[in-house]
């Protein structure tokens, strides 16, 4: 795997613009919540934490050809999920909606095209296999 940057960090008024933009769509105090909890990183650990999420895309990129319910695939997708926890604590209805705007929201879709055409498609049927998963496992 190549050392390339998948994504970048957004800018102090990307971030703001798409802050206002999620206060309209989802939860405000959950959307203030994140912001808050984002913006009491240090530089370092903000650098760590996209350090991580590039090993988190990595992984996911080496699991698509096993498929989505490959054990590597469903590694790949617990990881993720771990990784939104230094955003918020999201619950698989917020699981499901995310891996949804990646695909419809041509912002989110243009990066993921970036890294692979088919990577955004396919983390959002391996996350429903996960969250079927984890809704077995809690009946």
Do not use: C
Not at 61 to 75: F, I, N, T, Y
Request: glycine share 6%; charged share 30%.
């Amino acid at each position: 795997m190549s050392q390339r940057q998948f994504f970048e960090a957004f800018s102090d008024e990307q971030q703001a613009e798409y802050e206002k933009e999620a206060m309209q769509m989802y939860d405000p105090a959950t959307v203030k919540a994140s912001a808050k909890k984002w913006k009491s990183y240090t530089a370092a650990e903000k650098q760590r934490i996209g350090e991580e999420g590039q090993v988190v895309y990595e992984a996911l990129l080496d699991a698509m050809p096993h498929g989505a319910a490959s054990a590597e695939a469903q590694a790949g997708v617990e990881r993720w999920r771990r990784h939104m926890e230094y955003f918020w604590i999201p619950n698989d209805e917020q699981l499901l909606g995310l891996t949804d705007l990646y695909n419809t929201d041509p912002r989110f879709k243009a990066n993921f095209d970036k890294i692979d055409s088919g990577l955004a498609a396919f983390l959002r049927e391996a996350v429903k296999v996960y969250v079927r998963g984890r809704q077995k496992k809690t009946r």
